[in-house]
Nanobody
């Protein structure tokens, strides 16, 4: 049973934009945050951004701040990652995640905080 499903990843040229989508079948009453992580080949899973489901408050990694924006649509039970000014180093598998465990601030950056994961969508940035 797929509870988080990502879409929107594709090949894009450096400097371009993409919007990733994540639709969930979870009961959102119990979800504190939805987030995006990414994992490049040979590297660990890296926090990108998170949004608190109830308020829309966001956290964004310094590495993408000013270029990437996370949003959510509560009616559509979806989270989005708008990615602008893409660079080759943004190439990775992007994962949507949700946590039903409370966290705050930097605590929300750790993948171990998240208990539900999507299967990922590949973003490749060409130079």
């Amino acid at each position: 049973q797929v509870q988080l499903e990502e879409s929107g990843g594709r090949l894009v040229q450096a400097g371009g934009s993409l919007r990733l989508s994540c639709v969930t079948s979870l009961d959102m009453f119990g979800v504190y945050y939805m987030a995006w992580f990414r994992q490049a080949p040979g590297k660990g899973r890296e926090f990108v951004a998170a949004v608190r489901w109830s308020t829309g408050a966001t956290y964004t990694a310094d590495s993408v701040k000013g270029r990437f924006t996370i949003t959510r649509d509560t009616a559509k039970k979806s989270a989005y990652l708008q990615m602008n000014a893409l660079k080759s180093e943004d190439t990775a598998e992007y994962y949507c995640a949700a946590t039903r465990n409370y966290c705050s601030g930097y605590d929300c950056y750790g993948p171990e905080r998240y208990d539900v994961w999507g299967q990922g969508t590949q973003v490749t940035v060409s130079t």
